[in-house]
């Protein structure tokens, strides 16, 4: 796609609804409990409710987990201790159903759908497999760019489509998921431009380093910033030169359900970097945004606080795959059961 798409599909997101957003806010202080008193739960409902228009908001039924997978090519300055190759077989593992996103999806009633947007390696041809390739992985961003624009721009594109074709299918919410060896790097440069925070700071442990190699983590991340210069003003050259193809789709993801008037509820770091490109293209987007968890790694906590989000659950998690975002669901969908079902003080008679 080009930046004139781009900038087409921006002009189609709009905010979310501040009246419903009121008539919400009031519905909750009428409910048969004390105000404030389901927490975040009451907040979750009235994002709901500007989200979908209405208040009472619907249920979200129909949940997809649009799954990316890609690879990156500063794994060549060892910033993972796992090989390439578990990114072909870990979203093999996911077709097949092995993976925890596969489990938890079962278990919160969520769709998985499973995209290749860049894997480096080839694999036998699957059904469950999305084969939107744009790139057999990306280059090493310590050293060059990740992707030229056009790249980042398909990719992004190809997260655009994945949502468009989910919200066909029926889906009335949208989460982020994710798989690609190396992947925590290029979200924690991402952080660091976007957020204006330190890269040691917001950059974390991923998929098991050690103390050692996170500073050579921190210190390959910090050479490729000072290589390419990138700005929050220009997010779309930023997510090139230190990005992923994985994370590009993403923010295409979040851009295509903002377009389409559906919350989409983030999982980790990967989707937290992926969220600041997409709120700095599309201000209007940070709207249906639903932080899904906190996690471990620190660049979730500074995209959130970035953003204005405030993540729903807290379990300690450090996977990513979406595995954050699924656990959230009961609970959001729960925040709008609350403000269809609960009676208000005058149905039950209570003087508040
Ligand atoms: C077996 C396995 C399953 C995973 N599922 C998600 N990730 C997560 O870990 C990777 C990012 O961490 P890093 O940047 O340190 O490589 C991504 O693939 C992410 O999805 C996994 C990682 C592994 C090894
Ligand atoms: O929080 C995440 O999304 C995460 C953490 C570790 C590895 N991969 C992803």
């Known amino acids: 796609m080009s930046e004139e798409q ?15 957003i009121g008539q919400a806010t009031a519905r909750q202080a009428q409910l048969t409990k004390p105000a404030g008193s389901l927490g975040a739960l009451e907040r979750a409902g009235i994002q709901l409710a500007g989200i979908y228009r209405t208040s ?18 500063v794994c060549a300055q060892g910033v993972t201790p796992w090989p390439q190759e578990v990114t072909v077989s870990m979203l093999l593992n996911m077709a097949a159903g092995g993976a925890a996103i596969n489990v938890l999806s079962g278990q919160a009633g969520a769709d998985v759908m499973i995209t290749d947007v860049g894997v480096k390696l080839d694999y ?15 280059r090493d961003l310590s050293v060059e760019p990740a992707m030229t624009l056009e790249q980042a721009l398909a990719a992004v594109a190809v997260g655009l489509d994945a949502a468009d074709e989910a919200v066909a299918s029926g889906a009335t919410i949208l989460l982020t998921g994710e798989m690609g060896i190396g992947n925590t790097t290029p979200s924690a440069a991402l952080i660091s431009v976007f957020t204006g925070a330190a890269v040691a700071t917001v950059t974390g442990h991923g998929a098991g380093v050690d103390d050692e190699v996170l500073a050579h983590k921190v210190e390959v991340i910090e050479r490729a910033i000072a290589l390419h210069s990138p700005s929050a003003d220009d997010p779309v ?34 989707a937290s970097a992926a969220a600041c490109v997409a709120a700095a293209i599309a201000p209007a987007a940070k709207g249906y945004l639903i932080a899904g968890h906190a996690g471990l790694e620190p660049g979730i906590t500074a995209a959130l606080a970035h ?43 209570i003087e508040a």
């Open 237 to 270: 050259s930023a997510l090139a030169a230190v990005g992923g193809l994985e994370i590009a789709a993403l923010v295409g993801f979040i851009l295509g359900g903002a377009r389409s008037q559906v919350p989409v509820i983030l999982d980790g770091v990967i």
């Open 56 to 73: 009472p908001p619907p249920v979200p039924g129909c949940a997809t987990v649009g799954v990316f997978a890609a690879d990156h090519g």
């Open 6 to 20: 781009l900038a087409d599909v921006v002009g189609g997101i709009v905010e979310v609804s501040a009246e419903a």
């Open 307 to 349: 953003l204005g989000l405030e993540a729903l659950v807290d379990l300690g998690l450090r996977l990513g795959e979406g595995s954050g975002a699924v656990l959230a669901l009961p609970i959001v969908r729960s925040s709008a059961a609350i403000l269809s079902g609960m009676a208000t003080f005058a149905d039950a008679g």
């Open 124 to 138: 036998p041809a699957s059904p469950r497999v999305r084969d939107r390739k744009v790139a057999a992985g990306t």
